[in-house]
């Protein structure tokens, strides 16, 4: 079974510049999630859909972040402008609705700098 | 929405058992305690998932109390490929159900 693929695996932008990022879940899986991951703390979820609708994205910075799910598979995570404070990996991870028993699978996430 | 205690770090050498506990005195009916481990540079993997008394795995066994106010994660004879972060969870994945993610335990394993 192939994993959940994420690109870019690193980017480094200047503050107040654009990005994207980009994420395919487990095939089949219904649920996406974003999480935000600042070194030395544990994932910070920024927005849930259920196939191509959001189900939860009251930690989503809307002022500058941006999320959206074609056809409930594919998602992309934008951020415009970028802030400092926005370095940090960004995680995306899928699963089955209304599992409990195998949780989330993660990507290998994208380490963004914002320099 | 239940919040998890977990040390911060631990040490441990190889060949030994390591048991991280994990506290959640507000722990709901119907939530499950789920173990994540992460590596540098990777995202979290699933390791391990119970409800009550105990599950087991082929990497790890999960030690959960009647009372379900803490759990315990058992990793047998450890090696330094184990150094990593452990994260417990307690939530339902369920489409509305927002999990959240403490800081974890660094576990470090030592030669």
């Known amino acids: 079974e192939a994993g959940v693929a994420q690109s870019p695996r690193y980017k480094i932008i200047e503050k107040r510049q654009s990005v994207a990022f980009w994420c395919n879940p487990i095939s089949g899986h219904a649920t996406l999630y974003w999480y935000q991951q600042i070194l030395g703390q544990g994932p910070k979820l920024l927005i849930q859909f259920q196939n191509n609708g959001v189900v939860d994205d009251s930690q989503l910075p809307k002022d500058r972040f941006s999320a959206e799910r074609l056809k409930g598979v594919d998602s992309t995570l934008k951020i415009q402008p970028a802030k400092l404070e926005d370095s940090a990996v960004y995680l995306c991870a899928s699963s089955l609705v209304s599992t409990s028993n195998y949780g989330y699978t993660f990507g290998s996430g994208t380490r963004l700098t914002v320099v | 929405l239940a919040k998890t205690t977990q040390p911060i770090s631990m040490d441990s050498y190889e060949g030994q058992e390591v048991n991280i506990t994990c506290s959640h005195n507000?722990?709901?009916?119907?939530?499950?305690i789920t173990w994540y481990q992460q590596f540098p540079s990777q995202g979290p993997r699933f390791i391990i998932q119970g409800y009550k008394t105990k599950v087991t795995n082929e990497v790890a066994s999960l030690f959960i109390p009647a009372d379900r106010k803490s759990s315990t994660l058992s990793l047998p004879r450890v090696s330094l490929s184990d150094t990593a972060v452990y994260y417990c969870?307690?939530?339902?994945?369920?489409?509305?159900?927002?999990?959240?993610w403490g800081a974890g335990t660094k576990l470090i394993i030592k030669p």
């Open positions: 969870l307690v939530g339902f994945m369920d489409s509305n159900y927002q999990l959240i």
């Open positions: 507000n722990i709901a009916t119907n939530d499950y």
